[in-house]
């Protein structure tokens, strides 16, 4: 059964990076899918933040791609999102999710979220 | 970026009857639509993607359908557990890109 565990710090403050974790068990992230984040402010909707591929194709949400790097470190099965210069816009239920196959790039499994508030 | 439009904000539903959702994007995403379910405190959970095809474990009471720039959700008879926040979401091209959300809550 494939699982993933968002990790990170919970508060972050304005300008600084916003840096997450999510780790995979029960599936090797090299052998395929996409592999994504996704955030929620407080009360609102989704927002999709970027994916990459196994291969390390990426994509990402041209409103943030000036601030988003997301990377897959393959040795610890896990990938991560970088958020530069964050303001308190960013503060929101971050989610990880993988693909729900290989070719259907929709997110299909998740995590359970991480709230991240960002505050001096 | 294509946008996707829910409707309406809010349905509201009595158990047992039937639930009707709607999507609209702003340009077409062929069939490459899924609609997504959200309890409060919960990740999104699947249902369907494109745009008729329910995911694994989802009940035969949720069905998908539409192409091109129209789509609805329909639950055929309500449950107790299917209050909860509806989201479509277009993959046909990137950005990947949600509705504004539609919640189904009891009449």
């Known amino acids: 059964q494939v699982q993933l565990q968002e990790s990170g710090p919970g508060l972050v403050k304005p300008s600084e990076t916003l840096s997450l974790t999510c780790a995979v068990s029960?599936?090797?992230?090299?052998?395929?899918?996409?592999w994504g984040w996704i955030r929620q402010p407080p009360g609102k909707g989704l927002e999709w933040i970027g994916s990459?591929?196994?291969?390390?194709?990426?994509y990402y949400n041209p409103s943030l791609k000036s601030r988003v790097t997301i990377s897959v470190d393959t040795s610890k099965n896990q990938f991560s999102l970088k958020l530069s210069s964050v303001t308190a816009a960013d503060t929101a239920v971050y989610y990880c999710?993988?693909?729900?196959?290989?070719?259907?790039?929709?997110?299909?499994?998740w995590g359970q979220g991480t709230m991240v508030t960002v505050s001096s | 970026e294509i946008v996707m439009t829910q409707s309406p904000a809010t349905l509201s539903v009595s158990p047992g009857e039937r639930a009707t959702l709607s999507c609209r994007a702003s340009?077409?995403?062929?069939?490459?639509l899924a609609w997504y379910q959200q309890k409060p405190g919960q990740p999104p959970r699947l249902l369907i993607y494109?745009?008729?095809t329910r995911a694994t474990g989802i009940p035969a009471r949720f069905s998908g359908s539409g192409s091109g720039t129209e789509f609805t959700l329909t639950i055929s008879s309500l449950q107790s557990e299917d209050f909860a926040v509806y989201y479509c979401q277009q993959y046909n091209n990137w950005p990947l890109t949600f509705g504004q959300g539609t919640k189904v809550e009891i009449k």
């Open positions: 494109g745009a008729s």
């Open positions: 029960g599936y090797s992230i090299s052998s395929g899918y996409y």
């Open positions: 990459i591929y196994h291969s390390g194709s990426t």
């Open positions: 340009q077409s995403v062929s069939s490459n």
């Open positions: 999710a993988r693909s729900y196959a290989d070719i259907v790039v929709v997110p299909g499994i």
